[in-house]
């Protein structure tokens, strides 16, 4: 089963419903923006405020832009009432929920201010700018204040949970929030007191005859015939908003009474739980509905793969991917088509499948912890060690005695570790597996796990030597160490879960590992590592080694004494230096 096609662009199959509705809100929040900061002028003057909506007005009626923010508005507002269709489940309670609510309330509050400012101006020519306006909250209607205020209120929360949902899994979002939020208490309030204190001065200023004469002339704010008639038009254009709301909620039930009537799917988990839900839900959807533990970082909207699933048995018969889902797909490098995203797959039979990554959660609907814990994709070099004869070490001696060999052996490994910047991970009896890279840039985690390769040599000639008079042979050991993109996360089942690292780079390292074995060194490094670390091209001799699992030889560097491998890397620092 295909994908994609492969001549759709890639800018196509990037942008769903979702996308576009993300692009649309951030045109209305960048104007939003902009309307904020020129209310706030009127902690200067009312005339500040004029000046700031002279150069606001132009930009935004710039033909060009004008288009785009409409189109935008209308594609918002529609793609908002889709939502309240679509949406069958809110992995977070209260702030999606409420986002939707507050979304769908803008176009009520805001129907009134839009028709008689902009089709006031087009139909009657009316120029009203702040002083007007103001006029009209503090002084004619002041009633209209406190739902201009509200109105305001509601499109900064909504706007500001959107960008929140946006920008949360990018890699700078932890730095930049603290001034995000800074951003986001400062701008309204300026705003609000902006408002309040140019009303005020035009609430005074409007009891002198000649402003009034100067500023509430029929050019500005029409006469009440024509006030009438914009009323009539707002009352009309909110009666047909408030149809195409009870248009979406009547779908809503036509779609559930035909799921009802058209019949039940099992989904099973591959753990024994099975559910049963009608047809149509996404499996994400059918997970929240009935409190199943799910991974799903970005909230179902096909901005992550932590929500993939594998399908168990037959695969040919669902649904094609949609092109975000394909997109998404192949971002994260999955060709196999029994592989699929559960907030995109509808199942219209029964299916059976598991998750790829764990959920850190008690039910679907809590908050995800960090993307990280989740799964993230990372460049890491690993590092395999492995104690030689344990087998034999095992059979001559007993049990206790061997584990605490094993275990000074592991504790040896770890410090080198440690020491030189890295993270013990696994053990795998005898065996460690090591990460560098997690907190370091690849040239520098390269370098880490070199010097922690002579480490361990080192730390196991002293273990050696502290234990020679219980030791018929010496401890040797073996380490493949290969470094490349790598999914990170935690791995487990219920209390039973381990942060660790999977992909390919992982597999190489241990399969290194092995070949230390035949080769009989201490060590392989890959040509990758090498490279990355920026050592020199005849530093350790090179080797086409055949890998197992992979089609083509790999180049190697087979290392005789891994302590050999500090002074390298020291002469290389002190050369770049």
């Given amino acids: 089963m295909a994908t994609a096609p492969v001549h759709m662009p890639e800018l196509v199959r990037a942008t769903g419903v979702r996308q576009l509705r993300l692009i649309c809100g951030i045109i209305l929040f960048a104007y939003v923006v902009s309307h904020f900061l020129n209310h706030a002028l009127g902690n200067i003057s009312v005339d500040a405020m004029e000046v700031g909506v002279y150069y606001h007005t132009l930009f935004w009626q710039f033909l060009p832009v004008a288009i785009v923010f409409y189109t935008a508005a209308l594609t918002h507002m529609g793609l908002g009432i889709y939502a309240l269709y679509q949406r069958r489940q809110f992995r977070w309670r209260t702030i999606e929920p409420l986002q939707l609510v507050l979304g769908l309330s803008i176009p009520v509050l805001v129907m009134g201010h839009v028709v008689g400012v902009r089709l006031g101006y087009t139909l009657y020519d009316h120029q009203k700018l702040y002083p007007q306006e103001l006029y009209l909250f503090f002084v004619a209607a002041p009633g209209r204040l406190w739902q201009m205020t509200i109105l305001l209120l509601i499109a900064w929360v909504h706007g500001c949970i959107g960008i929140f949902f946006w920008l949360r899994l990018k890699p700078f979002f ?50 009440v015939a024509e006030g009438n008639r914009l009323d009539r038009i707002a009352g009309g254009l909110t009666i ?21 009537r058209g019949g039940m799917i099992a989904l099973s988990y591959g753990n024994g739980k099975t559910v049963r839900v009608p047809k149509g839900l996404s499996v994400l959807e059918a997970s929240l509905r009935h409190n199943v533990p799910h991974a799903s970082v970005c909230g179902g909207r096909a901005r992550c793969s932590t929500c993939r699933i594998r399908i168990i048995g037959d695969h ?43 959920p850190h959660t008690l039910s679907a609907n809590a908050q995800a912890s960090t993307p990280a814990s989740i799964g993230q994709e990372r460049y890491l070099v690993s590092l395999f060690v492995d104690m030689r004869g344990s087998t034999q070490l095992a059979e001559k001696r007993l049990p206790f005695d061997t584990v605490f060999i094993v275990n000074r052996f592991l504790g040896a490994v770890s410090q080198a570790v440690i020491e030189n910047g890295g993270l013990p991970n696994q053990f795998v009896g005898d065996g460690m597996l090591a990460l560098f890279g997690l907190s370091a840039e ?37 380490i493949g160490i290969h470094g490349g993109e790598v999914i990170i996360g935690d791995i487990g089942y219920r209390d039973h879960i381990v942060f660790t690292a999977l992909g390919d780079a992982v597999n190489v390292a241990a399969r290194l590992q092995d070949m230390t074995k035949t080769l009989a ?8 590592i090498l ?23 790999m180049a190697v ?15 290389t620092e002190r050369v770049a230096a």
Avoid at 452 to 475: K, V, W
Avoid at 521 to 528: L, M, Q, T
Avoid at 532 to 550: H, S
């Fill in 531 to 553: 490279r990355t670390a920026d050592l020199a091209d005849d530093a350790l001799p090179q080797q086409e080694a055949a890998i197992r699992g992979r089609d083509e030889p």
């Fill in 316 to 358: 040919g018969a669902l649904p094609e991917p949609s092109p975000r889902e394909a997109f998404v797909l192949t971002r994260v490098g999955t060709t196999d088509p029994s592989i699929r995203l559960a907030c995109q797959l509808r199942p219209d039979s029964d299916l059976s499948f598991f998750q790829l990554f764990t």
């Fill in 557 to 571: 560097r087979v290392i005789a004494d891994a302590r050999e491998l500090a002074a390298l890397v020291d002469r």
């Fill in 240 to 260: 047909g908003y408030f149809g195409l709301l009870a248009l979406a909620l009547a779908a809503r039930g036509a779609r559930a009474l035909r799921e009802r």
């Fill in 521 to 528: 060194c201490e060590a392989i490094v890959s040509e990758e």
């Fill in 442 to 478: 690849p040239r520098t985690a390269c370098r880490q796990a070199l010097k922690a390769a002579a480490g361990i040599a080192t730390h196991i000639d002293e273990l050696n030597e502290l234990l020679s008079h219980d030791l018929r042979q010496p401890i040797r050991f073996g």
């Fill in 174 to 223: 932890t730095r930049a929030a603290p001034y995000l939020l800074a951003a986001a208490v400062l701008v309204p309030t300026l705003s609000l007191l902006g408002i309040y204190q140019g009303g005020r001065s035009v609430a005074v200023e409007s009891e002198d005859g000649e402003w009034r004469s100067q500023n509430l002339t029929r050019g500005q704010v029409g006469t």
